[in-house]
């Protein structure tokens, strides 16, 4: 059973930095993509962007030019960066596996999630 | 992008009714339209994908059908644990999109 676990600091002050890793256990991440997607507090869910395994990645147009997703199969995580954040950067983030079966496929494995809040 | 509309936004509903949700997209994403559920406080958890399979361990009251721009989520018979909010998200194109959720009350 794939289980991710979503890890980083819960507190950014504004125009910083985010940064969050997300680590799998029992499992491999060869051949899946693996997202971020993340679900500002009372509200849905927005996709962020994803990386395969051995690095491409893809981003959401509303973010691309703050966020970069990396990936190091040695350690089994990838992670995750926002530059300059806001207080509209608060939400909860998941990690996910997916786009599984290809680059149309479903998230069928998500993290717990991880509450960023952007504050002073 | 892909804009996803659900309706309704929140239904009433009690335990063995049998409930309909739906899903429209702003063009075709035939048949890349997965539906998830989220529980208060929980990760979203995938029930159906390619618009009509239903994920391993899922119970079977769940289904879904649908083509083209229109979906739908059926739930047969309701139980008390199905009370939660439930999303739908095209994998047709990035940005993947999400519909805005229906929340599914007792």
């Known amino acids: 059973q794939v289980q991710l676990q979503e890890s980083g600091p819960g507190l950014v002050k504004p125009s910083e930095t985010l940064s969050l890793t997300c680590t799998l256990s029992?499992?491999?991440?060869?051949?899946?993509?693996w997202s971020w997607i993340r679900q500002p507090p009372g509200k849905g869910l927005e996709w962020i962007g994803h990386?395969?395994?051995?690095?491409?990645?893809n981003y959401n147009p509303s973010l691309k030019s703050r966020v970069t997703i990396s990936v190091d199969t040695s350690k089994n995580q990838f992670s995750l960066k926002v530059t300059s954040v806001t207080a509209a950067d608060t939400a909860v983030y998941y990690c996910?596996?997916?786009?599984?079966?290809?680059?149309?496929?479903?998230?069928?494995?998500w993290g717990q999630g991880a509450l960023v809040t952007v504050s002073s | 992008d892909t804009q996803m509309t659900q309706s309704p936004s929140s239904l009433s509903a009690s335990v063995g009714d049998r409930v309909t949700i739906t899903c429209r997209a702003s063009?075709?994403?035939?048949?890349?339209l997965n539906w998830y559920q989220q529980k208060s406080g929980k990760a979203p958890k995938l029930l159906i994908y390619?618009?009509?399979s239903l994920q391993s361990g899922v119970p079977s009251r769940f289904s879904g059908s649908g083509s083209g721009t229109d979906f739908t989520l059926t739930i047969s018979s309701l139980q008390p644990e199905d009370f939660a909010t439930y999303y739908c998200?095209?994998?047709?194109?990035?940005?993947?999109?999400f519909g805005q959720g229906t929340i599914l009350e007792i």
């Open positions: 996910a596996r997916g786009p599984t079966s290809g680059s149309h496929g479903y998230f069928d494995y």
């Open positions: 029992r499992g491999s991440m060869r051949s899946y993509y």
């Open positions: 990386i395969y395994y051995s690095g491409g990645t």
């Open positions: 063009q075709s994403i035939s048949p890349y």
């Open positions: 390619g618009a009509s």
């Open positions: 998200q095209q994998s047709y194109s990035t940005p993947y999109t």
